[in-house]
């Protein structure tokens, strides 16, 4: 907690939009290519919508090294509209099911633009619940988030992907483990966007 009279925490940079690319690979099968995150970001959000002005509907959040992705087995004959976001966000401490959950630290409760962990969700608790799932709670310390979003990493994996997301506000969720996804560990994240792409754009073929 910072002592009377410190000087605020600087606020994280801006980020930029990053670039998109679709291809019609098959009639009904559209590829989707961007950059790899800038420094700072968690991963993407990949967004579509059937009209320019949607509405438009998450398609996935994806880790910060995938940069590709394919939007399979489509309507055919129809308009498909495609843009992608950075995110950001102050993350949780690393938990597992089962293990108890830490203490919120003292202090009040900061943007998540914060620089450090101020903003970041505390006393996450991951319990083990029937067909395998597990239920999270957690503390929200963040005033102005525009949602949180829980990452998992399986056991023997470097890296954290994104798996549920709530609305702002919100201090719990149930997730299904998949196979392969027992003994996992997790992080819980206060949300923020980066501008969005450009929108690009793909009708599909004939079945």
């Given amino acids: 907690m910072c ?6 925490a600087p606020a994280a940079p801006a980020p930029g939009s990053p670039d998109l690319t679709a291809t019609l690979t098959t009639p009904t099968d ?13 991963g993407h959000l ?9 509405p438009w509907t998450a398609l996935r959040y994806l880790p910060p090294a995938q940069t590709t992705y394919r939007h399979p087995d489509l309507i055919p004959q129809t308009p498909f509209y495609y843009r992608v976001r950075e995110f950001f966000g102050p993350v949780s401490v690393v938990v597992s099911a089962g293990a108890p959950a830490s203490p919120a630290p003292p202090g009040a409760a900061a943007s998540v633009h914060t620089s450090g962990d101020t903003a970041a969700p505390a006393a996450v608790k991951a319990v083990s619940a029937e067909d395998a799932a597990v239920q999270f709670t957690w503390t929200d310390r963040s005033t ?6 829980v990452e998992l990493r399986k056991p023997g994996a470097a890296d954290f992907v994104p798996v ?4 702002p506000d919100v201090t719990t969720c149930a997730l299904s483990l998949l196979p392969g996804e027992q003994g996992s560990s997790f992080r819980v994240r206060a949300l923020y966007y980066g501008p969005a792409s450009p929108v690009v754009h793909r009708t599909t073929g004939k079945d």
């Fill in 144 to 149: 102005d988030e525009t949602g949180f979003l």
């Fill in 164 to 167: 549920e997301v709530t609305d």
């Fill in 30 to 42: 559209i590829d989707l290519r961007w950059p790899a995150t800038g420094p700072g970001a968690g």
């Fill in 46 to 54: 990949l967004e579509y919508a059937n009209a320019t002005e949607g």
């Fill in 3 to 8: 002592a009377a009279g410190c000087a605020a």
